[in-house]
């Protein structure tokens, strides 16, 4: 079992910036690609980014990239996401989730964070 908590949600203007902190116990941390997901009020949960277990890969959703950077630290048990100029249209709560594999569908995640709220007003 592999307990994950989200961090660094928060309310931010148009163009700002956010990063958001994905804390996981349970089992080695090493082990699991990680990968964070959102959903934004009325819509289905999307893909946002992945990344390896290793670090050495990473996908990201086109509407995401240049904007948003994934990265972990195995040695803290820690995968983040910071967020860059972003826009209203990333208003979602943000879920991080761990896995056997990266991939882009959220049927290759085994666990989920309960969540962190993102806004951002135009």
């Known amino acids: 079992q592999v307990q994950l908590v989200e961090s660094g949600g928060a309310l931010v203007q148009a163009g700002g910036s956010l990063r958001l902190s994905c804390a996981a116990s349970g089992r080695t941390f090493s082990n699991y690609a990680m990968g964070w997901f959102r959903q934004a009020p009325g819509k289905e949960r999307e893909f946002v980014v992945g990344?390896?277990?290793?670090?050495?890969?990473?996908y990201y959703a086109d509407s995401v990239k240049d904007r948003f950077t994934i990265s972990r630290d195995n040695a803290k048990n820690t995968v983040y996401l910071q967020m860059n100029n972003l826009k209203p249209e990333d208003t979602a709560v943000y879920y991080c989730?761990?896995?056997?594999?990266?991939?882009?569908?959220?049927?290759?995640?085994?666990?989920w964070g309960q969540g962190t709220q993102v806004t951002v007003s135009s």
């Open positions: 989730a761990a896995g056997g594999r990266v991939g882009r569908t959220d049927s290759m995640y085994n666990y």
């Open positions: 990344i390896s277990r290793s670090g050495s890969m990473t």
